[in-house]
């Protein structure tokens, strides 16, 4: 089983406020994944990482941003957080050593309500 | 660019039966296929995957074969159970060198609720 965290579970906040949602592995995963999940539960990805110090925009255009300091942790922030922002937010790990590690492990997700 | 198609939902089954849900794709080359299941309230967790055609890929009674001719990885159970309940996700990702290598692309996901 993998082991990769997600908090808060739920988060409620008002319009304005500034968040931080945390994301971390214990796999020594190198690579690492935002995604955001819809109402209509498709998944877009948002952010990704390759690597410390390394992060790329995803499919999706997203007003968050993410940092990649530490391996084990992909935190994703939101400056000024709107209603548009409420989602589920999904974060995920997978390793590029090995063969064919083609594998993405996900954590419980965020879901975030911006009233 | 990559895509997935899943089947219209929601799906609806009485215990034991037959399930099947249509996943076809679009996608340059060899891609690797997966299935990802959603519980409620819980993150994904991957059900089954293929990485070359004709690879079968099961789990939990579930199966899928990649079929490159029909650019297809359909889902199916021969008896599902109430505990099937879920959201079900096909999925792939680009093949090792390409621009999209290591990144998935999802279906729009299927509703399955299994009544006893």
């Known amino acids: 089983e993998a082991d990769i965290y997600q908090t808060p579970r739920y988060l409620v906040i008002g319009t304005g406020k500034k968040i931080t949602l945390e994301c971390s592995q214990t796999m020594g995963h190198d690579k690492m994944y935002w995604y955001q999940q819809d109402p209509g539960m498709e998944l877009h990805l948002i952010h990704y990482?390759?690597?410390?110090?390394?992060?790329e925009k995803g499919d999706l255009s997203s007003e968050s941003t993410v940092s990649r300091i530490r391996t084990e942790h992909f935190p994703l922030t939101l400056e000024s957080a709107r209603p548009s922002h409420t989602s589920q937010y999904l974060c995920?790990?997978?390793?590029?050593?090995?063969?064919?590690?083609?594998?993405?492990?996900f954590g419980p997700g965020t879901r975030l309500t911006v009233l | 660019g990559n895509s997935v198609t899943q089947m219209e939902g929601p799906v609806t089954l009485s215990e034991e039966a037959f399930l099947t849900i249509n996943c076809t794709y679009t996608?340059?080359?060899?891609?690797?296929l997966f299935w990802y299941v959603q519980y409620p309230g819980e993150g994904l967790q991957l059900l089954l995957k293929a990485t070359k055609a004709d690879d079968k890929g099961s789990n939990k009674g579930f199966e899928a074969t990649y079929r490159k001719e029909t650019t297809s990885f359909h889902l199916e159970k021969g008896s599902v159970q109430v505990s099937d309940s879920a959201v079900y996700f096909c999925a792939l990702s680009g093949q090792a060198g390409g621009t999209s290598y290591g990144k998935l692309t999802f279906g729009q996901g299927t509703i399955l609720t299994v009544h006893p």
């Open positions: 990482s390759y690597g410390v110090n390394s992060t």
């Open positions: 995920a790990s997978k390793s590029s050593a090995g063969l064919r590690t083609d594998t993405q492990y």
């Open positions: 996608a340059t080359g060899y891609p690797s």
